[in-house]
């Protein structure tokens, strides 16, 4: 890292500084679980959301004394249904980030919505509050489908709450999954069209994967999850959603991730460039440099046990670790070859200085799988959709 | 040392899982000659590979004191004998040592293989034969049909037969009275000079290489000084013994018993089985008939799969070569596999249990290349060439002709599957030499040839008869046949460790199977890669593996980092287990599944 280079200790940044700081916090409740979620989600009734703002504002306030004076770029509230939350929550979450850290001017502050009646109430009171940007969970514009993903709401439940959140945010996105059980290119099409006609300004389209520890990872086990597009299926879908998004004025900007004129996550990018990131909540994780080292933080991931080691000890971290030089490049390539500007080869240190590993590049090069160009590596349209097999084959000895 | 009259040796054989092992744990219990404390289940089998296949690997002996109903004391020795076609070469050599068999049949089953196989090797060295009707317990026994059986396909009188339940002890007093009674005793001088038999060997840490031998005349006592007759070397006996089953020092052993000797011997193959033991001084010089050393038929290749365990693996292969003078080793380079040995088995079964027995003592990982047999490959200079490997192939311009060894495989088969056995037999180039009928049992004898047998013929006669079916073979010499060795290439490089002998006839269909089976087990590559099978430089098949389309995490955020971070290393380390050819990487299964014939 530049910064252990003392001779230019004044000049040198600290790596984070190439792509910004930001705060995600993990609101770990849920209505119902969905079959698909592999996200830290509990259901559970009695949430005393009192006690819950004062462990978030603790942990901020802890993380604050780590971090002082830097400016933050962004914050995220994730789930989880963080759209459960009472706006006064979130207010007083975002009251304590602003005494904490300088917020820069354009902030961008995000929270997940689910698309129902009840959580499109409150959008102009999380608005007020500070929000300025929502991501809702679509996820399909059919009920059959709603109800196999295990979705609450309905296609119409899911249009009305979209109307209330375009009007109450400028910046909207929502989310899709495809590539389920049972359906054709010619299906996801019509769907993709609709969506690409509603949207504002950003949309996640991600293909159904499926985890293990789900239900649906279950009922894959047993054989029981039919209908599941083959690779080739898959494929062609992907190719699809490239092509129609970019006619459509929405290009993919990371590999799931579409922006209309600019308008991407500031906050995921921060993930994708690899800066400095604070996670608080439940099973929420963190990059945080700290004396020029960088940290892995993770937390506990039962919401109870988080909050009562919060509230008994003053610190919700499970493991805080240092990530090693080699690690930190192996991260910022998973991550940044996600997106198209790519990775930074200077920021690779000394494994972007290894014989082999620009061997291994070379060779990636001639199959047109990554390219470079203005100090930059990045993976070309061809090598997008196997960017885990390129990783592989990048990073093997 | 004991009367020869009250001397009885014998052996016991059966058909896999037709309760041997039972029968003589239970005539081991009813005499007393272990403490019911310390039995436990197959007494003689003592490698944990024997308990858990239910089978017999090395030769064991026991030693039982029995007082028969004529109030006389008997001793009574058993040597078990391993049940499998592979070790019929240690079963043979061990019948030379007693005089009689207990021809065990399980009363639910009948007459298999391998019963057939190892009783006239019984008839072979003249013994007395028991018949022994086992399981009579369980509901499905049918003494009457299976005597019958007995007196139709083996032609032995089987009205005596005893009906045994080696599981409740029926029978088993009868048994013992029959021993006794029927089998004849072993004759003997006792006062003429040592001979013995070296019956078996095997090495032993504490005591070095312990030597069964059966005494034909005269005496062994301890400290005797001893002369093996093959090559005259001289050792000095520091211990005699017997088992019981374990081991028990006595003084001497005298005409007709079987025991054990150690005498500072380091290696097996210092000590030829079926050489002739006497005295270094006015000794013997008459020589028994001996046996000829065995020979592996199959062979394989044995790869670690961590190149950095070739040393371990070689210090493996010594310690069993110790101990098993019929499997033989030296070391091969294969582009694709890096450092390994080529090993000779006496077939499938040796060859599964050797290798286990490395994964699981030693706890190497291998990888086992296909199995191949000895061709003799004549050159047209006349010179002929054993091939073990078919990477060695000489250029086919300097072949005159090649050879292949051939069987005569005996298979028992319910008539129901009849035909399903008789076209396998067929589609491995079988010759049909008889095919007769007892009860609804089928027995066809085929003429095939060995390396169409040694890699997934037993498997495939298991699944199309539904494990009704049993099989026995044995050598019958070479014949020449229209043989090629058929390389197989993998994104235009070919895989030596993939190259194999065929007929000519079949080469067409073994290719496409072939590819078509690594088109399954090769994962898909950010290329398309030709998957090609060729005789010489001509290609005979070819597939082509389809580049990989898709392979991306479609969610990453901040929370993944840590875990995507572990997959990406798993796959990997997933990767290094996998062997590179060019470009391509194959998994280590492939090298077996790939040769597997699904018809």
Known sequence: ?397 | MTDLAKIRNFSIVAHIDHGKSTLADRLIQETGTVQDRDMKEQLLDAMDIERERGITIKANTVRIDYTADDGQAYVLNLIDTPGHVDFAYEVSRSMRAVEGSLLVVDSTQGVEAQTLANVYQAIDADHEIVPVLNKIDLPASDCDRVAEQIEDVIGIDATDAIQVSAKTGVGIHETLEAIVTKLPSPSGDPDAPLKAMLVDSWYDAYLGVIVLVRIIDGHLKKGDKIKMLSNGSVHHVDRIGVFRPAMETIDTLGPGEIGFLTASIKQVRDTRVGDTITHEKHGTTDALPGFKPSQPVVFCGLFPVDNAQFEDLRDAIEKLALNDASFSFEMETSAALGFGFRCGFLGLLHLEVIRDRIEREYDIELITTAPSVIYHVYLRDGEMIELHNPADMPDLSLVDRIEEPRIKATILVPDDYLGDVLKLCQDRRGIQQDLTYAGTRAMVVYDLPLNEVVFDFYDRLKSVTKGYASFDYQMIGYRQDFLVKMQVLVNEEPVDALSTMVHRDRAEMRGRAMCEKLKDLIPRHMFKIPIQAAIGGRVIARETLAALRKDVTAKCYGGDATRKKKLLEKQKAGKKKMRQFGKVDIPQEAFISALKMDS
């Open chain 1, 1 to 397: 890292m530049r910064s252990q280079n003392s001779s230019q200790a004044v000049l040198a940044i600290e790596d984070w500084q190439n792509a910004g700081f930001g705060l995600y916090l993990h609101w770990p409740f849920c209505q119902a679980k969905c079959p698909y979620c592999d996200f830290n989600s509990h259901v559970s009734d009695h949430v005393d959301q009192r006690r819950w703002l004062s462990a978030f504002r603790s942990e901020i306030a802890r993380y604050g004394a780590l971090t002082g004076g830097r400016v933050l770029s962004t914050i995220f509230f994730g789930g989880g249904t963080p759209s459960l939350m009472h706006p006064d929550t979130v207010a007083g979450i975002l009251e304590a980030a602003q005494e904490t850290w300088t917020w820069a001017n354009d902030i961008e502050i995000s929270l997940e919505a689910n698309p129902t009646s009840i959580e499109a109430a409150k959008f102009d009171a999380f608005r007020d509050a500070g929000v300025n940007r929502v991501s809702m969970g679509m996820q399909a514009l059919n009920d059959a489908d709603l109800k196999r993903l295990g979705r609450l709401h309905s296609v119409d439940d899911g249009k009305r709450a979209f109307e209330i959140a375009r009007n109450s945010f400028d910046r909207v996105s929502f989310d899709l999954i495809y590539a389920r059980q049972d359906q054709t290119l010619a299906d996801w099409e019509i769907e993709l069209r609709e969506a690409l006609s509603m949207a504002v300004d950003h949309l996640s389209l991600y293909q159904l994967t499926i985890e293990s520890g789900t239900a649906f990872g279950a009922r894959y086990d047993r054989g029981l999850l039919r209908g599941l597009p083959d690779e080739d299926a898959s494929a062609d879908m992907y190719e699809l959603t490239q092509a129609l998004c970019a006619d459509h004025g929405f290009p993919s900007y990371e590999v799931s991730n579409h922006a209309k004129n600019g308008a991407i996550s500031k906050h995921n990018m921060i993930y994708w460039t690899y800066g400095d990131y604070v996670g608080i909540g439940p099973g929420a994780h963190g990059r945080v440099t700290v004396e020029g080292q960088k940290m892995a933080t993770t937390t506990p991931l039962m919401p109870s046990k988080w909050l009562n080691q919060v509230e008994k000890t003053g610190a919700g971290d499970a493991e805080v670790e240092t990530v090693s030089a080699e690690d930190q490049a192996v991260e910022m390539l998973m991550m940044g070859l996600r997106v198209n500007q790519g990775v930074d080869l200077i920021r690779l240190g000394d494994l972007g200085k290894k014989e082999n590993f620009l061997n291994n590049i070379n060779n990636l090069e001639e199959m047109n799988l990554l390219e470079r160009g203005s100090g930059h590596l990045r993976v070309t349209p061809k090598g997008r959709p196997l960017l885990n097999a390129v990783l592989r084959d990048l990073l093997v000895d």
